[in-house]
């Protein structure tokens, strides 16, 4: 299988499927939920792709030069841009389009929970992002002291956890209001992903090198690292689009910009503590 064979078949033709079911309940009137329209879909997802090609294109070019997994040459255009294949830079593109897709028709149709969180918001957002946190240490634990097979695994939680400790640490408490719709596109699109990347792997498309993975296979052939993968990168989507679209998560900006503002106009304005001593 060709990895431009692959992304047509496992990502263009449903991506072309959710985003015609999206137009058809927007023509029939069947809209996004009133706490989910701070912003166009549209410029939601679309900034999504400009931000996972931007974050991910560094990463994964560092693992392709460490062998942490490489490409059949014969499977690919040969066109790279670094060391990394056009046809991996297309499925940066293509995985927010489609789990985006995915996302925006279950919130059109999934019930979605209006209550606010009724506890401590901000011990929430401080205690999730404390437990992350936590987690991204011992990935670059596992880095530091050098241990081969967990390359892999530590590079991954090291790349995919700063950015998911901003959007907790911004938003837990938005998150868990919305958890139903979060859960209902990571778990589905993950599932998916994993079982198409396995089809990839099974035909020789692209290897994960075994003395840089746990060695943990999923089904025979698919490593545990790369249904972490998948994971991880459907978290980033399925909560950064959540998080833009919401219109607590707008207020909430908005009264951090005000704040920020406004506190920047004192410090420019405030007489030089130190006196004048001339």
């Not at 002291?145 to 837990?172: D, E, K, R, S």
């Not at 698919?222 to 989507?237: G, K, W």
């Amino acid at each position: 299988m060709t990895y431009f064979g692959f992304l047509g078949i496992f990502l263009v033709i449903p991506i072309l499927i959710l985003w015609g079911l999206n137009i058809v309940d927007a023509r029939r009137g069947i809209r996004l939920p009133s706490a989910l329209q701070s912003w166009s879909s549209w410029v939601i997802v679309l900034s999504h792709v400009l931000v996972a090609v931007v974050y991910t294109t560094p990463w994964d070019n560092y693992l392709v030069a460490t062998r942490v997994w490489w490409y059949e040459p014969s499977l690919v255009t040969g066109i790279l841009i670094g060391y990394v294949p056009i046809e991996e830079y297309t499925f940066f593109i293509l995985q927010p389009l489609l789990t985006g897709a995915w996302l925006l028709l279950m919130a059109r149709h999934l019930p979605l929970s209006t209550a606010p969180y009724t506890g401590n918001s901000r011990s929430l957002r401080r205690g999730v992002t404390i437990l992350i946190g936590l987690v991204w240490l011992a990935a670059i634990a596992i880095l530091l002291i050098g241990w081969q097979p967990g390359t892999y695994l530590g590079l991954l939680l090291a790349w995919a956890l700063p950015p998911v400790m901003i959007q907790t640490a911004f938003g837990a408490d938005i998150l868990w209001r919305h958890r139903r719709l979060i859960a209902m596109t990571i778990l589905p699109m993950t599932l998916y992903l994993a079982a198409a990347d396995k089809l990839a792997i099974s035909s020789g498309t692209w290897t994960i090198n075994p003395q840089q993975s746990v060695n943990i296979l999923l089904l025979g052939r698919l490593p545990l690292e790369e249904l972490l993968f998948f994971f991880m990168t459907n978290v980033l989507i399925a909560v950064g689009i959540t998080l833009v679209a919401s219109a607590e998560s707008k207020a909430r900006a908005e009264t951090l910009i005000r704040k920020a503002t406004l506190w920047l106009q004192h410090r420019r304005t405030a007489p030089d503590a130190g006196g004048d001593f001339a």
